[in-house]
């Protein structure tokens, strides 16, 4: 079963740092992008960054400088160091990856798969 896991979250107090990581794991191929996503209460889920398989990365303007995505393509990880955190930043934390993997009911012998992680819950009190 391919799936990501996340880890990490939790409470903590404003200016605090936490760090998400968020693990594929199953029968992958290959991974191309991997981002953060995050969900407030009563919002929709929005992209908080993104990284390439080659390292580029893209923020969101609010967690820029504060925020930094990563990924260990080896362990196929990707990580959110959040420092500096602020109450507006409290939502539940989704990772997503764009993941290839074997199909041998396809002609080409592969299938691409948008996975979601589990969620992880941030709060950040004032």
């Known amino acids: 079963q391919v799936q990501l896991v996340e880890s990490g979250g939790g409470l903590v107090q404003a200016g605090g740092s936490l760090r998400l990581s968020c693990a594929a794991a199953g029968s992958i191929v290959s991974i191309n992008t991997m981002g953060w996503y995050r969900q407030a209460p009563g919002k929709q889920r929005d992209l908080v960054a993104g990284i390439t398989r080659w390292g580029s990365t893209n923020y969101i303007d609010s967690v820029k400088g504060r925020f930094t995505i990563s990924r260990d393509n080896a362990k196929n990880t990707v990580y959110l160091q959040m420092n500096s955190l602020k109450p507006e930043d409290t939502a539940v934390y989704y990772c997503?990856?764009?993941?290839?993997?074997?199909?041998?009911?396809?002609?080409?012998?592969?299938?691409?798969?948008?996975?979601w992680g589990q969620g992880s819950r941030v709060t950040v009190s004032s």
């Open positions: 997503h990856a764009g993941v290839l993997v074997v199909d041998t009911t396809l002609l080409t012998g592969y299938r691409d798969l948008e996975l």
